[in-house]
């Protein structure tokens, strides 16, 4: 099974600021995608942003931007200008591209975001 | 519809009794899982059904715990005779296709008292 590690178990950052969650995952396959979810305290997840893996170029999203380095197995996620509204737990997944048993998404433990006025 | 439904979205047992819950995907999409998420915890995968093939059934935690997909729609997940470290969000999510967006449903919070 492939590992996602997300180091940093809570954070905290003011309004307007930038902030930057960590994920690292162990993989030993070429292709895949990346994603990131939140998960503010409604329970609904909501996909953030995505990256495939053959492609260099980071992803972005509007505030939200990637630091993929697919050498390092890293995928951090960047939050410009923050709002209240960001606060919410925010998951790093991984998904297998091909695989002959099953193609699940499997998530980090999760990062919890306060954005503070 | 309009996005992935779960039922009943809270749910109190008393433990040993079984429990069913309930996950309506969204309309064509041939991918759907379930997690579970305890209390500030991530998501534990469970089970992954894709189109007509055979379901990845790795996370299930114990035989107590089991699930269908009928027709490719509509899939129920059974937990017999539960238990109290059983308490927990169950999450549905659905996907139209490999490596694509997965939309998650509330979820159902089971309480086993």
């Known amino acids: 099974a492939q590992t996602v590690t997300q180091s940093q178990p809570e954070m905290s950052v003011q309004e307007a600021e930038t902030v930057t969650l960590s994920c690292t995952y162990d993989?030993?396959?070429?292709?895949?995608?990346l994603f990131w979810y939140k998960q503010p305290p409604s329970r609904q997840m909501i996909l953030v942003i995505r990256?495939?893996?053959?492609?260099?170029q980071n992803a972005t999203e509007n505030r939200f931007s990637v630091n993929f380095q697919k050498a390092a197995k890293s995928f951090s996620l960047k939050i410009s200008d923050s709002q209240l509204g960001d606060t919410a737990m925010y998951f790093c997944a991984f998904m297998k591209l091909h695989s002959n048993s099953g193609y699940a998404l499997n998530f980090g433990k999760g990062t919890s975001l306060l954005v503070t006025p | 519809g309009a996005g992935v439904s779960q039922s009943p979205s809270n749910k109190v047992t008393e433990k040993g009794k079984d429990v069913e819950l309930r996950c309506d995907p969204i309309?064509?999409?041939?991918?759907l899982y379930w997690y579970r998420q305890s209390l500030g915890q991530g998501l534990e995968f469970l089970i992954y059904f894709q189109g007509n093939s055979a379901p990845d059934k790795s996370g299930l935690p114990s035989d107590r715990f089991s699930a269908e997909r009928t027709g490719g729609s509509v899939s129920t997940l059974t937990i017999q005779r539960t238990q109290q470290e059983d308490s927990a969000v169950y999450l549905c999510?659905?996907?139209?296709?490999?490596?694509?967006?997965?939309?998650f449903g509330q979820g159902t919070r089971l309480t086993v008292v």
């Open positions: 990256q495939e893996a053959y492609k260099q």
């Open positions: 999510a659905s996907s139209q296709a490999r490596g694509t967006e997965a939309f």
């Open positions: 993989t030993s396959e070429s292709n895949y995608y």
């Open positions: 309309s064509g999409h041939t991918a």
